[in-house]
């Protein structure tokens, strides 16, 4: 049956795949885009990873504006969608308290006042270490009494992207809880590439690690062996995200997308290294040092990384049975990690590195008969 959906973020990696999951599947998707130019691009991107563009279509308006900034006309469109995916943020380091909040925090509660307006179900993608109540805890903030936590200093602590992805999340679920709107929380780890193209985009974390790696700027693994970077596909996610959609014993109910067999760090530089024929740094370097160092900026400048994105490497290890029976239930199989970061590794030589600066790839073995 086709649904009619509404995507925030829909021009994002997470999002053009997801277009291309449900457009695939037959529903119709509008996107808010701000410039909608851009829509040929997206469809073209959206037919490229086996989706239907003409499907997709985009609704002009803004995160930052009220109301979305939508017409009265598209917000009548709008009023056919049964869901509405909620992935849009902006995504970087060094973001300011005032510019994070303005966009992820109140982007997602105009959002939610939509979705519970119109009575849509609102899926909202958040982020696992809202999953880890000993890292909130020792942070500052009480899962069971968000409102009592001083934001401005988890702000100064954790950094602004991840401060406000906290934020928005105990934001939005009172926001709904209070208006008696319907809400799914799927929590992705850090995205990996699709399983079996490898496809991600430039400016995703697993990236910059690869591209560190290939150009010889990765000289210790960060952190101890015990420490790691949990991970899922973005097909494995995209999958996961729609299955919450449309079942509705996920209404209010919050689901972790994490792979369990993420390999350590270590393992899984050499999972990436092995494609590309290098050899994965041996040794570790404390991640209290390297976070000293990243808060040199020619260093930070020369790593492209930011001291931020060392909190999302985690000894703390999480408990998947839920998503794993959720899948079962579904029908999604999980794809293998190992070979999905290989994958991704080839890809991300082959489209996010300068030609001059990738590693060259021996041909793959010829069979005879």
């Known amino acids: 049956m086709s649904v009619e959906c509404f995507v925030t973020g829909g021009t ?31 469809r073209q991107q959206v037919d490229g990873l086996g989706g239907v563009a003409a499907r997709v279509f ?40 005032e510019h994070a909040r303005a966009v992820n925090v109140e982007g997602a509660r105009r959002v939610a006042q939509l979705a519970a307006e ?53 934001a939005t679920l009172g926001f709904m809880n209070a208006k008696g709107g319907e809400m799914t929380v799927v929590h992705p780890a850090t995205v990996c590439g699709h399983s079996r ?21 990765l000289a210790a693994v960060p952190g101890t062996a015990a420490h790691w970077l949990p991970l899922v596909t973005v097909d494995y996610l995209v999958e996961l995200v729609a299955a919450c959609a449309f079942d509705p014993s996920m209404a209010g109910q919050e689901l972790l997308a994490l792979d369990a067999q993420s390999p350590g760090l270590q393992e899984l530089l050499t999972q990436v290294a092995q494609p590309l024929g290098l050899k994965a740094p041996g040794h570790h370097i404390p991640l ?45 199989t999980k794809p293998d990690m190992r070979q999905s970061l290989r994958n991704t590794a080839i890809y991300v030589n082959s489209y996010c590195i300068p030609k001059g600066k990738a590693r060259r790839l021996a041909p793959p073995l010829r069979r005879t008969s």
């Open 288 to 332: 209290r040092l390297l976070k000293w160092l990243l808060g040199i900026r020619p260093i930070a400048r020369f790593l492209n990384t930011s001291a931020e994105a060392l909190d999302f490497i985690q000894t703390t290890r999480f408990d998947t049975t839920e998503v794993g029976q959720f899948a079962q239930r579904h029908g999604i």
């Open 12 to 42: 994002g990696f997470i999002g053009q795949h997801l277009l291309s999951y449900l457009s695939a599947k037959g529903h119709t998707i509008r996107v808010l885009m701000r410039r909608l130019e851009r829509l040929a691009e997206l």
């Open 118 to 170: 119109q009575e849509s179900r609102l899926v909202m993608i958040g982020g696992y270490m809202l999953k880890n109540n000993e890292h909130l805890q020792r942070i500052g903030i009480d899962p069971g009494h968000p409102e009592l936590t001083d934001w401005p200093a988890i702000y100064r602590q954790v950094g602004a992207y991840e401060a406000s992805k906290l934020e928005a999340h105990f």
């Open 197 to 217: 193209t490898g496809h991600i985009a430039d400016g995703q974390p697993l990236v910059d690690l690869i591209r560190n790696l290939v150009q010889g700027k």
């Open 58 to 97: 985009a609704v002009a308006g803004d995160l930052e504006q009220e109301n979305l900034g939508l017409s009265l006309a598209d917000r009548e469109d709008l009023r056919q969608a049964k869901v509405v995916f909620h992935l849009g943020a902006h995504f970087a380091w060094g973001l300011s308290m």
